[in-house]
């Protein structure tokens, strides 16, 4: 209870205390001549009440001190007399005004707790958090508008009513009734929960519990709720932006444009001049670049602010002192207060090939394209709101100007690729590492990697789409010529004559195995993976793909010894052997040799695949196999052909057409009283008679002509 209305200046309080003791006092008079009432004081008790629940604790003594002057003057003998003689009267009326007094004192203490228990409740009625009391059987028996407002429901339909009967039962059951419990013990009880909304869908709610004490302990409990959906939706977009900045592979800071202090820098720009996050806001602008002039601050801060956007090369200055060039594009930006944005590049190695064509005095055409990633802003219509030059270049464009205002339309060579990209930023908010062919200026089509992010619009409902795009027809057209070789070595394959084949581990296989672990896991767990028809023609198939798959053991003769040595040499090799033989068997069972060049490919220290080329060689074998045998055969001849002339008592001579002496037997050589060692440095000449010598050549030539015998 406080003051009415009408009471709260002082002298209406004093004038309200003054007729209500007259009226009490007129209500006494009346009483005594009707009824002959004699307690002096009974009516002005509640007067004196009245007056100090209404009008506080000056209206209330007025009124005690009133009252017993007209009770003193009026209702006690001597009536008409301010004099009292009678000592019971006199400590009654001490009484009365003690009792006055304590009564306008209590008053007044009851009327300004009222009064701050209604400023209270006007401030938990005025605040934006939901704020309710439950009590111990769980049911509401307060709540401020933001709840009711919140839950859209009257106050009579909420008050007395249990949690289980207007939120989900079940998820008060295996979560509120927990909280309220653990309340109820005397803790303060806070925590977050989402929560399905009829009319708002998903909500995230923050939920405190502050337990209240009452005659019997806690007895009630104070829940303030708190949605903080749209916060948490914001954290998270900031987080994203954040995460964009800092994944940049340029240098982002956000400068205070008046003492160019750094108000916040991204990862690469710490990680380019050494510093930490924490080092590096706590410097300027003058600290890193050694060209910064404070002279020509006002100045500069003029053009940028007249410009908008300026891009400049200049140096910067590392935490361990070196110097290294930059190039920085620098925005003046004004939000709740002006920044300055830059975004810097290490061009160290652009300056360094740029010093290294000038002193080869362009002997050498060197084609550098700057792949700076293009940046652009627009709506959800396609409108381009804003773009940088580099993205303005990618597109065929001189700078961004030209691009403002269109549409991103223009640039689709196919629009029905637009519409899912737009439909996933909607769902996701954002779109990355995406590929797309568009439409240059000249009609020409350039391929992009393009980033794409949701961005909150200035008219709220109207978001913005952020891309950061880079060119990469070159790479595409390195694909598309990569793609053309790998067919041109397919071909090749295929119509090569030579056996090309892969064989594929089941698992692979470490290398640090014994040899013979390895002879047996390369011979038992490997098969066919890819070969060509040339390969499966060697064992009978028709294609390729007849022996795809089929497990080398099949094929390979894993008895022969002579396979399992080409095996280890291919391990002791480093599993490389060029020109190895294999003993196998076709799928008809007849017996095949292929020569092998084979090299192992070693991932993580295990084999996990082999690539080798191979030639049929059975029918060359054979032949030389025969070959061999008969040039035994032959050796055979000649050691029985050399024993019958050893053995012969005549002499027999062999030399060639120019009467050299090539052979001669033990007989022939004892007949001229020569060894057989010195009749091999001999010819006919030096052993007939000097008179026959001018015959040899004529019987030379006679030999020749197949003519045998002497005359």
Not at 674 to 688: C, F, G, K, P
Request: with cysteine.
């Amino acid at each position: 209870m406080t003051s009415a209305s009408w009471l709260q200046t002082w002298p209406r309080k004093f004038s309200f205390a003054l007729v209500a003791v007259a009226a009490a006092g007129l209500l006494r008079y009346g009483l005594d001549i009707a009824l002959g009432f004699t307690q002096p004081f009974i009516l002005f008790y509640p007067t004196i009440t009245l007056i100090a629940l209404l009008g506080g604790l000056g209206p209330g003594v007025f009124a005690t001190l009133l009252s017993a002057g007209i009770a003193e003057y009026f209702f006690m003998e001597p009536l008409n007399s301010l004099v009292l003689k009678n000592p019971r009267d006199i400590v009654g009326l001490v009484l009365f005004g003690v009792m006055g007094l304590a009564i306008s004192g209590v008053g007044e203490l009851f009327r300004r707790r009222t009064y701050r228990l209604q400023e209270f409740e006007t401030a938990v009625e005025g605040l934006e958090e939901m704020i309710t009391v439950i009590d111990r059987d769980y049911r509401y028996v307060m709540a401020n508008r933001a709840f009711l407002k919140y839950r859209e429901m009257k106050r009579e339909e909420l008050l007395g009513r249990r949690i289980a009967d207007v939120l989900n039962p079940g998820m008060f059951e295996t979560t509120l009734k927990n909280k309220l419990d653990e309340c109820f013990q005397g803790k303060i009880v806070q925590f977050e929960m989402r929560y399905p909304c009829a009319s708002r869908g998903e909500r995230d709610l923050f939920i405190s519990y502050f337990p209240m004490e009452g005659p019997g302990g806690v007895d009630r409990v104070t829940s303030v709720l708190q949605d903080i959906t749209d916060r948490k939706e914001a954290e998270r977009s900031l987080r994203l932006f954040r995460t964009l900045i800092d994944h940049s592979n340029d240098a982002v800071e956000v400068i205070d444009p008046e003492t160019l202090r750094f108000l916040d820098v991204n990862e690469k720009a710490c990680t380019d001049l050494g510093y930490t996050r924490e080092e590096l806001l706590s410097l300027t602008v003058y600290d890193i670049d050694p060209n910064a002039d404070k002279s020509c601050h006002s100045a500069a801060l003029e053009k940028l602010m007249a410009l908008g956007f300026e891009v400049k090369e200049t140096v910067h200055r590392r935490k361990d002192g070196t110097i290294f060039p930059v190039e920085t594009s620098l925005k003046y930006v004004s939000l709740d207060r002006n920044y300055v944005v830059a975004v810097t590049r290490d061009i160290s190695d652009r300056k360094l090939a740029e010093d290294t064509l000038r002193r080869s005095e362009q002997r050498y055409r060197l084609l550098f394209e700057k792949n700076v990633a293009g940046v652009s802003i627009s709506n959800l219509d396609g409108e381009i709101l804003e773009c940088n030059d580099a993205g303005a270049r990618i597109l065929g464009y001189n700078t961004a100007e030209e691009i403002r205002g269109r549409r991103t339309t223009e640039f689709y060579f196919d629009l029905a690729e637009r519409q899912p990209l737009l439909g996933q930023l909607k769902r996701e908010g954002s779109v990355c590492s995406q590929e797309i062919q568009l439409r240059r200026k000249d009609g020409t089509p350039v391929w992009l990697l393009f980033n794409t992010a949701a961005l909150p619009g200035e008219d709220e409902g109207t978001p913005l789409v952020q891309a950061t795009s880079f060119d990469i027809t070159e790479r595409k057209r390195a694909e598309e010529a990569l793609r053309r070789r790998e067919e041109d070595y397919r071909r090749f394959v295929a119509q090569s004559s030579e056996g090309i084949y892969r064989e594929e581990m089941e698992t692979p296989v470490p290398i640090d195995l014994t040899e013979d672990e390895l002879v047996q896991r390369i011979l038992f767990d490997s098969y066919v993976g890819e070969c060509n028809d040339a390969m499966a023609r060697m064992y009978g198939f028709t294609s390729g793909q007849d022996l795809t798959g089929k497990r080398v053991s099949e094929m390979l003769v894993a008895d022969d010894p002579r396979n399992a040595e080409m095996i280890r040499e291919f391990i002791r090799s480093g599993f490389n052997v060029v020109e190895r033989e294999s003993h196998e068997v076709d799928i008809h069972g007849n017996p095949k040799v292929f020569r092998n060049s084979m090299i192992g490919i070693v991932e993580g220290g295990k084999l996990v695949r082999t690539w080798g080329i191979r030639r049929d060689v059975t029918e060359q074998v054979r032949l030389e196999t025969a070959r061999s045998r008969a040039e035994k055969a032959l050796q055979v001849s000649e050691t029985h052909f050399r024993l019958l002339v050893e053995q012969a008592t005549d002499g027999i001579f062999i030399a060639d057409a120019q009467g050299k002496c090539m052979d001669v037997n033990s007989a022939g050589a004892e007949m001229l009283g020569y060894t057989r060692e010195e009749m091999m440095q001999l010819s006919i000449a030096d052993v007939i008679a000097e008179q026959d010598v001018s015959r040899i050549a004529e019987e030379v030539a006679r030999f020749a002509g197949g003519v045998y015998g002497s005359e």
